[in-house]
């Protein structure tokens, strides 16, 4: 088989974004040019930014005039409507209060562009109006997407899902659905309002489904009745970094979460452990990067305070700061509620931290040697903590396993098993 020309839809994409989904994105992307021709289409780009056999392009650049004369039809979705306005404030992995239906209607979205409208130029992906910015991605991509010769759809999460459904009914491609993170796992069972709908129909539509782990997958099955013969789990990979260790300017043992401080990431689970551990190891200090909708309550809350000397926010923090602290780190903690995948613990690994994680992740299934646990189990979290801090036996043979587990961990492995889903549903 010749290689399969693929039209990619993704919604962030480095250096304009750093998040996990643009990182997971450029990862398969570098690996995935070898197997494909890859055309890849996101909002926006930094038109400096170049992928090495990637056809990289960014809505932020292109001409409103060329979109609105491109060859299209009015006929494209039976699952969208018009938008309406509304308050909400969504970043990818975050839960929606979006409350109208736009999978109710069956008249189609109104595909008038505006000349002169630009959505993509300015503002946050993920801010107020990212509704609209999801709507209007599926218009301009379908319009671009008229004119161009694939073979494949692949987009990545709910964000380009609607531009996926217009294109497969425009084309009749096979559409193909990477799940990096779903509105279970942010909102948690009781989720199911418009963003869950538009993963549910997106994912009924797709000829293939990609989660990011066994664990999605399973969601993906359980709560969202998708039929398990079209979904294909595919772990990440573990971009290289340059590891390096620095001296503490403090005595203690330095215990890690690293991570948005969002309800689904178990930071209240973390403030739990930490109380524990601080009863029994005393000469510890626990830190939690990252900031989040969770972060003020957590502060304000107080509950940390009986601790307060020990514990540490540090807020926002950039790539170099944040290796800083994994280059001090003793133990790495991911008390995730639910977690699609969990690059952040692959990246401590390859710092060898000895990791304690949550059973609901993603990357368990990758780290075997990893210590696991419930995430509302923080009695074991506190126990695996305390012995990876007293018994260094224990720790040495948990970072060599971890070193082991790295070695299968690579965007070449994920890509091989993309490439041959693209086969399947050829």
Known sequence: MN?????????????????????????????????????????KSDPSFIVENVDLIGLNNLEIEKLIKTKTSHQYTEFSKSVQTIDANIDPYDSSSISFDILESRTGIDFKIQEGMNVFQVGDLYGDDVNNKVVEFAKYTSRLAADMDFDV????????????????????????????????DRGGPESQ????????????????????????????????????????PV???????????????????????????????????????ASKVIDHVPNVRFVMAGTGDRLRGLIESGAYKHIGTKFHFTGFLS?????????????????????????????????????????????????????????????????????????????????????????????EKAADKVSDIYRKVL
């Open 153 to 184: 759809i692949h987009c990545h999460d709910w964000m380009t899902f609607l531009a996926g459904i217009e294109i497969k009914n425009l084309t009749g491609k096979p559409l193909v659905l990477h799940v990096h993170s779903l509105e279970f």
């Open 235 to 273: 772990h990440n990979g573990a971009d290289p970094v340059h590891v390096f260790h620095d001296v503490k300017d403090f005595p203690e043992k330095l215990i890690l979460f690293l991570g948005r401080i969002t309800g689904q990431k178990g930071p209240q689970y973390f403030l739990d452990i």
């Open 319 to 411: 790539k170099e700061k944040v290796h800083k602290l994994l280059s001090i780190a003793d133990v790495y903690c991911m008390p995730s509620v639910s977690e699609p995948f969990g690059l952040s613990a692959l990246e401590a690994a390859q710092f060898g931290i000895p990791c304690v994680i949550s059973k609901q992740s993603g990357v368990s299934e990758v780290l075997f040697g990893a210590l696991k646990a419930d995430y509302w189990d923080v009695d074991k979290m506190s126990s695996h903590i305390i012995s990876l801090l007293q018994n260094e036996t224990l720790r040495q043979a948990v970072i060599r396993d971890a070193f082991n587990d790295l070695l299968a961990c690579t965007w």
């Open 3 to 43: 290689r399969p020309k693929v039209l990619m839809l993704g919604w962030e994409f480095p250096p304009i974004i750093n998040g996990g989904l643009g990182v997971a994105c450029l990862g398969l992307c570098k690996a995935l040019a070898r197997h494909a021709e890859l055309k890849v289409i996101i909002p």
């Open 193 to 232: 309002g418009w963003v869950y709908q538009l993963e549910k129909s997106a994912m009924e539509y797709a000829d293939a489904v990609i989660p990011v782990s066994q664990y999605t997958g399973s969601i993906a099955q359980s709560h969202y009745g998708i039929n398990p013969s079209k979904i294909f």
